[in-house]
């Protein structure tokens, strides 16, 4: 399976997604102007990686802001990460880092915490 790596830009995050490596990742800002489509490849890729996931998936979220749009994009990311969790296919895991200061990050991964059946851990930087 091919990676995808989406390199970072003033508006949009850098996104990683290489199951050989098992490096799963979205860091900085995430404000596309239409998230449907920025998020669409991810997505595609995570619906094919689902089929076939390794034995282990910790996705990691280190996010500096990330708007509304995104908000509805990650709620569709993390439905098909719990949907591989509660059907033993992968051990999924979240890992949510936000800086000591942005407590509004802290409580957004706190939030999808509550409304998943997924195990979170929480780094602070």
Avoid at 55 to 79: C, D, G, H, V
Avoid at 82 to 110: A, F, P, Q, R, T
């Amino acid at each position: 399976m091919e990676k995808l790596d989406i390199q970072a830009t003033d508006m949009t995050p850098y996104v990683k997604l290489d199951k050989e490596s098992g490096e799963f990742k979205i860091a900085e800002k995430s404000l596309p102007e239409n998230a449907i489509e920025f998020y669409r490849p991810i997505l595609e890729w995570l619906d094919e990686y689902s089929k076939n996931p390794n034995k282990e998936t910790i996705f990691q979220f280190k996010l500096e802001y990330y708007n509304t749009s995104t908000a509805k994009q990650f709620a569709r990311i993390f439905l098909l990460l719990e949907k591989m969790h509660l059907e033993g296919k992968s051990n999924v895991e979240i890992y949510w880092y936000y800086s000591k200061e942005d407590m509004d990050m802290e409580h957004s991964g706190k939030r999808y915490e509550k409304l998943l059946k997924l195990p979170f851990k929480f780094f602070a930087y």
